[in-house]
């Protein structure tokens, strides 16, 4: 038999066996719950009433250039067949606070649809020329063309880049003067200096290009992309790499050019100005509306009046629970003794 | 000792099927001794037992094939099936394969662990040694080896290796002695006996090889008390029956060895066949989850149905333009197909909310809280060095549920130990002590004990803490002498000396053993006995009296005498008995004394003790001359033997002269009463099912508090037909519920499944409180279908329900019974091989470990040392894993709702094209890295109340059984909450990047940007979530809860980084995106209005409820913070008070005694270990003898009959007087002490 004084088998004793681990027993008692409520909803609304007066304070300058109506600027240039250029104007009372950045909108468009966002090729676009001659499955059915030759960029998001481009006048004792815009940076540049990467094959980048062929809709190749700016190229071109960039909802705005340099670094003095816009892109096949925006930002980024409203909706609520909670508590609440 | 545990002899509740069918049903058996060949035709089982499942090699593609069973298991698999589809695949492979293999591995490894263990316990019964007679020669064999027909030699001690039939013993005639507590709980020796003609074959092993005898007898079946066959042999029959057979299971006692011929082996064996079926046990809310899995995949289907449509409403809206503008027209010929591939997609995206981490989340959880129990010291029993251990690790939330206990007595509830407690000496008590005030002082272990040094001869185990008794026997007190005498000369039990002064009592009762003990110890020892004298120590001097009569006990007599003659020549007659029968039957000088001893009877049986009243008588010589011609003539006589020999009795017990009163205590385990008071509290219907008869199981029931004075009735079930069962049955009812309601229950009877609940209305209406007591032959025929309704009814309308003499296989139908038409947890403790199949009935089996037996906790789900380590498993164990459990269930559902639902919301707007918002590695990691540990962490050590306001508020375990905390409309709740969370998730980052940019101007609205914002958003959520559920923040939650959300932040940058983009460039395209959004601003403005927004309508409906609708656990949680606050308080224990005033009438053996046995000498052994001359039994007392076994084995079967039929009329004179409350008509009234 055993012995008695042998205690083999008892288990230890230590507070994690046991389950005596020492312990945090926060309780949801009105001391905590009523006045964090309070703090919560006081918090909010100095938030929101932060997030709504800087949102107010941003000016945005929105037109929509789609040409959609007869009337409308670009309204010749709906076919987009043959090039057109098409000039939309407008006027600014006050002087438009910069740095002004220029963006170009388009709704309706599902940027974010599965098939057309796969259908790309991660490894081509960093350079792995070994994409180049075989892309990846995904892109089908841009992935060869029809003489079985590989597209370069392949797949639908590379060959539906947006190409309009815009230039913007300052109509000065009625002379157009140019406003010159900035394009440099307008991508992340964890986009632009890691993700994309060129390839370069005998020292051009050309060369890497051979035996492959341009996207469909692409007017010239990629390595061709900006014919002013030859470092522009390739697949680290800032409109491309905007472009890449998916937007998440069908309704979107990419950022074009910046207004920085010159008489503008201010902003946009009061006065007329004249957009051109080469129109290329087809939008009103599947009923999509094509837009450019000036905007100015502040700390909390571009105008956008959701949050401001969302936290003063949500600070009022909950001091609104607060008062509520309060009553019922005071009303209601048990006495302590009675169990 | 180790090799003596039975657990060798069941080792694990495998997956075997005892009744096994595999060579037809067989309709009757041949076994011929000594002869394999023969036997070897027939295919009987052999002796091995498997219950392990895999081996080596059959372990990966079965247990691959178990584990595809599980649906969840299975669906993961098509998902994967579905996912290499690549016009489907909007997922990547590695999103469902990384948590399967996962998934699949835990459980493998758990199932390979089990069974080594299996294989293990298995090899260790088979292994086990019996010595077999194999050609001509003794040889130690494996226990699996040993076939049908073969012959064994079993020695003192050793268990049975399976079922023999018995030739021949050490013991004079065949005789040997069992013990077979393993089978039906009795823990008293019984005697078989071989047939003559083959107990002559004694130990002569050569003409044991030759013993050819071929028994054609019953094919294997359960009934443990019955067996048909014959044995032919040398041209000759012999009927053979129960008597002549040893079961496996059994143990040998008293015997030095004895010859066996294997009839039944291995699974085929009574006791393998009564361990009834082994079921897998499922916990109800595993059978809930399985529910609720096929919903969540139905409503899964639903919403695949629903954005199936949306897609091609859309495609042909929408679509159809943006694709020719895309060049895609080719790929997608019609809306419809496309909307078809739609489908499938969704139902891969969408797949998480059936979460694949559940099942073996919930699995390790249940291991932790298995561990826990394993671990608990206050579970410890250190006498035995047992710690609770739990046996299956699937079942613990159960614990947290349970509505219906189902207790065995002996060995559970009492420690079948009989103490000697107090008595009652002419009139003065001793036993209690006093201090000095005169105040009666409590009894611990540390009182001191009576030095009886002066006795060499004594028990070092008996205890007894009135000095006063030894003093009053040290100035010879002649009545006290006399007392002790009686006790040592007026019994039936066998002395064994082993060495010299090592005595050992055999007694066939242990309230004998402790009488005789007590005896002992108190300086009259009995030391040795032949047929005709008995030899005692008085004070050390040896005195030997001629035992000249033997009136033995039997349950109507109620008492039991001898008549002996003291060396001095004089004949007395000592008798002990239940007092209302010994008083009848004094010498009327004894009023006074009478009385006074009625009074300590009454004090002594309102403690529970088990009374006995003794008298004596001196006989004149010529008076006794006569009567003893008399009984020898009687007992000569064949016709109505039994009725003259009881008259005769009678006769000679006239005008005793009363001695005292003896009170022995059936030792309850420890804190019964109390234990059972708090599950009481707790609302737990605890029935006791005993093999024991109803007395004795009526006495414990009020000393364990059970039963109660003041309980308004009793009633007593043991009619012998049907027709009388449903009678009492009824009546019984028509009193709890009174005529007018009686017309209400018989609608019930009709109309079964539709009134439960109208029917449990009532059992809580019923405030008076009432006991059932139902007798084994009476719940044979309750148990029948058209009765067991109103059985039940009547039962569940009872506090107290008490079953005795019932079959281990009735017990198993008990609850059966209640598990079927109660939807109620049952929950059976016990500790013997009896209790098995109702252990294994029952939802959950408790085995108390550490007696010798391990049947029981073999079978067990959970065992422990003590029966009230019941109270801490089920309200602290159990109630704590059935909260973590289902607030671990809720949380999950809750937060794969959140999760997976967003991709619903976006794709309204993504052109139902199956786009995930997420990353995928953030889909495959959501729910194995950043959201399952704080879940496990809660699941593992939340406590919403400590243990000890569990145990001091038993009312907190009622939401456990009425399954409050996890149901379909919790699991409602639940999963709404995870559907608004995760529409808040959306359209919250949807409003604020619907024309976002960054502070510097660039655009921040795409598709990684807001998936990583959402994803933040969700963690940080979820985060906050489980930290509001967590009641008890020890360092492991903090670390985990705190530590996932790092983990988060790590792995997302490190998925970001651009050293991981560089090596795949295609595996993480999301290069930089949380570096370029988690900067902004404007983003985190974002995260903390969605997760405010979504966790403060949960915060404020909690603290309303608990304001409004406060449970008891809120309020006890507030009481615990408040005394935490305090400090410590000394807190009071409740004790629970015994009410009990009944009399125990008597305190005694089971069957009748072994008077005969001893009287004919038939069961003395040669004289070897004594020194006294045994003079020769004259001739016609042998002849008396001769007939004591077929007598003693006839009668067994009746007494139980026999003491039902008193309780019936019992009960109906109880029932007539309404001012008693007496169940017993023979015991008398007493008052409440």
Known sequence: ?339 | MAERWLWLLIPWRGAWTPRSKANGQEEERHVRANDREYNERFQYADNRIKTSKYNFFTFLPINLFEQFQRVANAYFLVLLILQLIPQISSLSWFTTIVPLVLVLAITAVKDATDDYFRHKSDQQVNTRQSQVLIKGKLQNEKWMNVRVGDIIKLENNQFVAADLLLLSSSEPCGLCYIETAELDGETNLKVRQALTVTSDLGTDVSRLAEFNGEVICEPPNNKLDKFMGTLYWKDNKFPLDNEKMLLRGCVLRNTEWCFGMVIFAGLQTKLMQNCGRTKFKRTSIDKLMNTLVLWIFGFLICMGITLAIGNTIWEERVGRNFWSYLLWDELLSSPVFSGFLTFWSYIIILNTVVPISLYVSVEVLRLGHSYFINWDRKMYYSKRDTPAEARTTTLNEELGQVEFIFSDKTGTLTQNIMVFNKCSINGKTYGDIYDEFGHKVDITEKTPCVDFSFNPLMDRKFRFHDSSLVEAIKLEEPLVQEFFRLLALCHTVMPEERSEGELVYQAQSPDEGALVTAARNFGFVFRARTPETITLYEMGQPVTYQLLAILDFNNVRKRMSVIVKNPKGQIKLYSKGADTILFDRLDPCNEELMYTTSEHLNEFAGEGLRTLALAYKDLDEDVFDEWMKKLLFVSTSLENREERLGALYEEIEQGLMLLGATAIEDKLQEGVPETIACLTLANIKIWVLTGDKLETAMNIGYSCNMLRDDMNEVFIISGHTSLEVQQELRSAKERIMGPSREKLGSGLDEDKTDMYGSDSVFEETIIAEYALIINGHSLAHALEADLEQMLLDTACLCKTVICCRVTPLQKAQVVELVKRHKRAVTLAIGDGANDVSMIKTAHIGVGISGQEGMQAVLASDYSFAQFRYLQRLLLVHGRWSYHRMCTFLCYFFYKNFAFTLVHFWFGFLCGFSAQTVYDQWFITLFNIVYTSLPVLAMGLFDQDVNEHHSLRYPSLYRPGQLNLMFNKRKFFTCTLQGICTSFVLFFIPYGAFFCAVRDDGSHISDQQAFAVTIATSLVIVVSVQIGLDTNYWTAVNHFFIWGSLAVYFAILFAMHSDGIFSIFPSQFPFIGTARNSLMQKSVWLVILLTTVVCIMPMLAIRFLRAVLYPSLTDKVRLLQQATRRQGPQEQNLRRVRRTSSRRSAYAFAHQQGYGELITSGKNMRAPTSSNFVFPVSPPGRVNVATSWIDSMLKKKGDTSNAVAMEKTTGVASGTEMSDRTEPQGQYTQTEEV
């Open chain 1, 1 to 339: 038999m055993k012995n008695e004084g042998e205690m083999a088998n008892r288990p230890d004793n230590t507070a994690f066996t046991q389950q005596r681990l020492p312990a945090w027993q926060p309780v949801l008692s009105a001391g905590i719950v009523i006045p964090g409520f309070v703090l919560i909803g006081l918090a909010f609304i100095g938030i929101g009433v932060a997030l709504f007066v800087t949102s107010q304070k941003i000016q945005v300058l929105e037109t929509d250039y789609t040409g959609a109506e007869q009337g409308s600027p670009c309204y010749d240039c709906r076919d987009t067949s043959v090039p057109c250029v098409c000039r939309v104007n407008f006027s600014l009372s006050k002087l438009f606070e910069g740095p002004v950045f220029f963006y170009y909108g388009l709704s309706n468009y599902f940027q974010n649809y599965r098939q057309y966002g796969s259908s790309r090729d991660d490894d081509q676009l960093s350079g792995y020329t070994s994409a180049f001659t075989s892309p990846s499955e995904t892109c089908a059915p841009y992935q060869y063309n029809s003489q079985k030759k590989p597209i370069v960029p392949c797949g639908s998001v590379a060959n539906s880049m947006f190409n309009d481009s815009f230039k913007l006048y300052h109509v000065v004792n009625g002379q157009p003067r140019p406003v010159p815009l900035d394009g440099k940076g307008i991508a992340w540049w964890t986009d632009y200096n890691i993700k994309y990467r060129n390839p370069t094959v005998n020292g051009t980048l050309a060369s890497a290009f051979a035996d492959t062929v341009k996207p469909i809709n692409w007017p010239r190749p990629a390595y061709d992309l900006d014919t002013t700016d030859p470092s522009n190229n390739g697949f680290q071109n800032q409109d491309f790499i905007v472009w890449m960039r998916r937007a998440a909802l069908p309704n979107f705005r990419k950022l074009y050019r910046r207004i920085t340099e010159g008489d503008y670094a201010n902003g946009l003095p009061a006065g007329n100005y004249t957009l051109e816009i080469t129109y290329n892109y087809p939008v009103l096949a599947f009923d999509g509306r094509k837009k450019v925006v000036f905007s100015n930002v502040s700390w909390m980024g571009g105008k956008n009046q959701f949050l401001g409203i969302a936290y003063l909706v949500i600070g009022s609520l909950c001091i609104v629970m607060s008062v509520v909670m309060l009553i019922v508590y005071a009303k209601y609440k048990f006495p302590e003794d009675e169990l």
